[in-house]
Structures are given as C-alpha cells and as structure tokens.
C-alpha cells in the first residue's frame, strides 16, 4: 500500500515547495485585489510558485547554500512569512467579484469534462509508468545529480538541457523521497499537464467571458486528443520543457491580457490592478526562460506579432493605447520585477543555453528537411483534421468579429498565425528548428480558436431559417471531431512495456556499477536495450557516462557527422579501427542485447562474458 | 466555512480529481509497471568478473528453484551440480580453477528447463 503514501507524499510536498510560495508571491504582487475565479487563483499559485522555486534555488546556489529538506523548509518558510506580512502590511482594497458566474449545468459538465480528460490520460500513462523513455531517462539523471549533489547542475556546459527543467523534481525528491525509478516523474507531469489545460480553459473564459468557449476549449484539448503530442504522450515520453512551457504560457498570456483590460475604454480593471497583473506575468515570463528555450523561442515570435496586430490596428486611439500602455510598463512594479528578473538571468543564474548562445543555432537557413517546414498533410497528422479545419474557420470568424479593443482578438489570432508560419515556412522568418517540434505547438491556440468556432457556429443555428439542415450539418461535425479525436487516442494507447526487460538491464546496471573501479569506461547499446537511458543514473559518474551506441540512423546523417567509436566498439569490435577506439575511450564494460550483439564478443578472446541474462549481456575488455 | 467551500467547489472537485487520477497512477505503478516485482527471468554473473576466480552468483526471479550448472574449460566438462536458489534471493556457487587454464577458455552453463545462460572467461 506504500502508493497511498507516495500520493500523499507528492501532494504534500508540491504543497510545501510550490503552492505556499505561490501563496506568498500571489499575496506578494496583490494579485487578491482582481477580479479572480477561486480556480484561476489556484492555477496562477500553482504557476507563480514553480517560478518562485527556481529563484529560490538560485538565489541559494549564488551564496553556495545546500540544497537540503531544511534548507528547502527554511526558504519556504521565510517566503511564508514574507507573503503573511506583506498581506496584512497592504492596504485594504475593495475584492471584486467576477462579474459572471458558471451555473450549476456547466459546472457539472466542466466536471465531467475534467473527469473524461483525466480518465483518458490516466488509462494511457497507467501502462507506461515504467522508467524506459529516453528524455525522462536524462532529465532525471540531472534532477537526481541535483538531489545527490544538493546543488544545481550546471549541465557540463550542455545547452539542451534548462535549469527550470529539473528543479522541481530534485527538490520534490530531496524533500520526500520520492523514487525517480517509480511513478512520481510521470504523475508529476501529468498534474501539470492537467493544469496547462485548465489554464487554457481560464484563458478561454477571460478571451470571451463566455462559460461555452471554456468548456469547448477543454474538449478539444482535454478529452479529445487527449493521448497524442503534446499531451500523454509528452508525459510518458518526459518531454518536460514542452508541458511546462504550455503551463506557463497561457499564464502569461492571462496576465498580460487581465493587464491590457486597462487599454479598453470601458474598463473595470485599474491601473494598479493592471501594473500588479503584468509584474505577475513578467515573473512568470521569467521562469518559462528560465524553463525552456523553444517553448520561450516561440513564446516571443508571438509576443512580437500580438502586440504588432494590436497596436497597429488601434487607428486613432493608438496614441491613448500606447499612453496607457506606458502607464502600466513605466510603474515600480513592473520595473523592479523586471529588473530583478534581468539581475537573476545574467548574474545570479545563467541558463546554460544563453551561456553557450544556442540561439544561434536555432537561425538561419534551415540544416535538414525536418527543418524545412510541415506540409499540409503533416499538419493534419499532427494537430488533427478536425481541430486544425475548425481552428482555420475560428480564425476566419475572428477576423470578421474583429473587436479592435480586446488583446484577445489579436492574442489568440498570432499564436495560431506565427505558430503556422514557424512550422510550415519557417525559412520566412530564418528558423532553423526542427518544423513537427513547432507544429505540436499549434494545437493549444487550435483548440482555443476551435472552441470559438463551435460556439459561433452553434449559437448562429438558432437565429437560422434551415435550422434542421444546418443542426444535421453541424452534428455531423462533431461526430466527425470527437472520432477523430478519440480514435488518435485509442490508436496511441500502446501495450504496456515488458518490465522483465526493464528489470535485466537495470540489475546489469547494478551489477556493473558494483564493480567500476575509477578508470573503467562503459559502453551500452541504445537500439536493442530496454529503458538503457536510465543506466546512467545507476552510476552517476557525469551526463556522457557511459558512453553510448546511438540509433544507427545517426550515424548515417550527413549533415551531422559524429564520432564512429561508439557504433565500432559494439558492432565490430575486431576491427582494427575499434581496437583504436577502445585505446582511446578505454572502455572495458559492454552492455548489450546478447540476441543481436553477442556472438561478436562471444568469438572474441579479448572479451569474457560476465553477466547474461536473455535480455541483456555484460562483456568485460580484457585486452 | 459554507461559504468558502461554496466558493472553493470548482476547486475541491478538480482537486479531488487530480488526487484520485494521480492516486491510480501510484497504485499502477506499483502493482502493474514494477520491474522490482517482474517475475519471468534470471540471471548468471561472477561474482568478481575483473579476477580470474570462478565464483558465480544466479539471480533468480522465477518462482521455479533449482538450477542446473555445468563447468567447462574448452570443450572438456570440469564440474557440474544442481543448486537450488530461493525466489528473489541470489545464490554464490565457489567453483575451484582448474590446472591448466592458461590460453584457454572457462565456460559455465546454467540451465533451469529449456532455458540456458552462459559466461565465462579467457586466460
């Protein structure tokens, strides 16, 4: 029964390191003081307080403070006390209320809709729990580095991996000891999956003030497609910097737009309110940097044509706009956050990828046909027929609505449009990224604007003469949506892994890790082996340890050209190029597949077998 | 208190249902994905692989027993025995070095039914 506890264990520490900070944080900005849904508050905590875990971190690697339960309790504390006073030391403002409610109807079906996108995504992770996906094998090697070194990694100078990546669950994991090998990453994930989705519900009913478009968006997000990219999928697969950055930007996206209210001519929101919601997504702003570069990447090409959309079609009320614009930038809130934000980013923590400027990297012209665009056939496969046709026509309804006022026209209208653009002609803008990578990007603005879509569509059949007509066209669609949808997912639920493989490898894991003595090198296979990326975590000797036999596709791409040892050393290790290769890296321990990369070794006198198990085998280099 | 949990329902009841999902999630893992718990395999490895001693550990994980060992040095049968290994413990089998061993190679076959897993090691 030890599960219960793990649950209680997680819920409790996510409860210590993320809310009560986002507690404090949230009391901090004064966010109390808007016109907030108790969920929104939640939601926004829970976004404010994974940033302010990373802050906290850094600011205890700059003073080289370890990374302990009693430090992680101390820093907690003192952020609880903080956010305590600066509660009651604030002036007492008047709360408002939302000005809508949700009825009791779609309150119950906002339940089963939650209820529906939870039982779909918990049915597919139920059966890929087991730690084998090879992203979830390397950022947990860091996390725990983090756990065991109680510092922050630094990455060996590596810029694909980010700081924001692995913070929460080396402190989770310092804190309750929580096993890395055990359910805790995938559940972990999944909660914050789950509320990425109910902020783009948040988002949908601040765009629109309509209960409809919220529930729809979490139908179309939610519960259908709720298994492909980037959804349970990236869960499984420990795609962490995707689902937290589709955390945090429709956080951003929330704060900003609660911000720019201020812009309208009849407004209800102040000027503080608004300085105090913008600080909040500036903060926010910070921790997505501070998370993940693409998400980021692509977070500012839409930031850059929103604001381009919405100021230029302001026409003579652009002058207002931008004054009033100013009056929330130029404000001691905002500054100091910003500013305080820059001081972190370039003095107190660098992130990795600013320090070895990958940005360069990501420009230019694209390097590889992956790179060169999607097509509109890998488009449909990637964000689905249906969301992607009803998106488009969302996209059409909102330029024919278009409310010149609201941020939220030109907001929801550049994350479809510069998302397409990035993924589909990337050359337009000299992107130099992998093109599915952006595309699975698309489908949180697509379920946005399909949500929006179904409801014009549905609310116009009642002022329609061809009422029958149009009702039977229109269901038509949404059978055709919702099949759509769950077939993707029923077509992704894959049979549940072997764990009897699992288990070889890690016990030849084990057993090897038993016998390193300081000058022993390890090679291991990545085509044949079962969850081999997590070996690494057995032996904790650096990222590259122990060296590994790649797909041998890589080793075939010409436009990346790679080292040849690693793929020698196992394939032909009789060689006399591989004899070079052992000289050079030193490697004494293989671990493969005996059925596929045996019988080499097996007629190889330099070689003893040392460990066999049917799914894996250990050779020791004797010469 | 009514009032708060009038205005906190939306929130409870997500909340509840992401405990209840991530409850089912531990619960899978522990009793569905837990390769410490995987039942079907064993395995063989020496007990000091870097030396030249022959001592050999089986790692069991069938509920099935006993195990059959046979020691070669080449071709030629040395020593052989029947051991028997408790479910999910190990068993150490001390095997002597035979004479003569120099250039050539020592295999030890375990066998348990039709399954068979060899190591062995060149001097």
Known sequence: ??????????????????????????????????????????????????????????????????????????????????????????????????????????????????????????????????????????????????????????????????????????????????????????????????????????????????NHIALLTILFLGVLFAVTSPQAKFISGGVIGNLLGNFFVPLIFFCYWRAFEFLESKTETSLAQA????????????????????????????????????????????????????????????????????????????????????????????????????????????IGEARLALGFIGLVILFFSWQKEKFGYALTASWMLMIYIMSSFPALLFINLPSDRIGNYLSYPAALLSAYATFFIFRRLTDSLYKKTIWILFLLICVWAVSEGVTESINAIRNPIATEK????????????????????????????????????????????????????????????????TLQMISTPDTPEAKECFKKTAVNFLMVNPQFDGAQFRRNKNFNGIYSAPEIAVFYRTN | MTNWLKQNTLSLSVALIIFLCVLVLFGAGEYLNNFRQTNNWWAIYFNDPKNQSLDFIIENHRTETTFHWEAYLDKEKFDEGEVRVEYKKTGLIELATPKDTIGKKVRLVVSQNIQQQEIYKNF
């Open chain 1, 275 to 382: 300085r105090k919601i913008f600080s909040a997504g500036i903060f926010i702003n910070f921790g997505l940097f501070y998370t993940h570069h693409l998400t980021s990447f692509i977070f500012l090409f839409v930031s850059a044509l929103t604001f381009l959309i919405y100021f230029a079609s302001q026409g003579k009320s652009l002058r207002i706009k931008l004054k009033r614009f100013f009056q929330i930038i130029f404000s001691k809130e905002v500054l100091l956050t910003f500013f305080v934000g820059l001081i972190f980013f370039f003095w107190v923590f660098t992130p990795t990828y600013v320090q070895t400027q990958a940005v360069g990297t990501a420009v230019g012209a694209p390097s590889k046909n992956t790179r060169a665009g999607l097509d509109l056939l890998d488009m449909l496969k990637s």
């Open chain 1, 502 to 565: 699992l288990a070889q490898t890690f016990s030849a894991a084990q057993f090897v890790d038993n016998h390193l003595g300081d000058n022993d090198q390890v090679l291991k296979d990545h085509n044949y082996l079962t969850g081999d990326t997590w070996i690494k975590l057995f032996f904790m000797r650096g990222y590259t340890y122990p060296l590994s036999r790649s797909l041998f596709k890589r080793y075939e791409d010409e436009t990346k050209p790679r080292e040849m040892c």
């Open chain 1, 1 to 210: 029964m030890s599960f219960i506890i793990d649950t209680l264990l997680l819920f409790l520490g996510l409860g210590i390191l993320v809310m009560i900070p986002g507690w404090s944080v949230f009391r901090f900005f004064g966010l109390g003081e808007l016109a907030l849904f108790s969920w929104e508050k939640k939601i926004l905590t829970f976004g404010l307080g994974l940033v302010t875990l990373d802050f906290l971190l850094f600011l205890y690697s700059k003073v080289n403070l370890s990374i302990t339960p009693l430090s992680l309790l101390i820093g907690v504390g003192s952020l609880f006390i903080l956010g305590f006073l600066v509660g009651r030391l604030r002036k007492k403002e008047q709360l408002a209320a939302p000005t809508w409610k949700f009825s009791t109807k779609h309150l119950l079906i906002l339940l089963i809709l939650i209820l529906a996108t939870g039982f779909i995504k918990t049915f597919y992770l139920a059966g890929s729990l087991a730690p084998t996906a090879t992203d979830l094998g390397h950022h947990m090697y860091w996390a725990k580095w983090l756990a065991e070194n109680h510092q922050l990694p630094v990455y060996e100078g590596m810029p694909d991996f980010i700081i924001g990546e692995h913070t929460l669950f080396g402190s989770l994991n310092i804190l309750t000891g929580l096993d890395f090998f055990g359910p805790f990453p995938i559940a972990l994930l999944f909660i914050i999956n789950f509320l990425s989705i109910l902020a783009m519900a948040v988002l949908a009913l601040r765009f629109w003030k309509n």
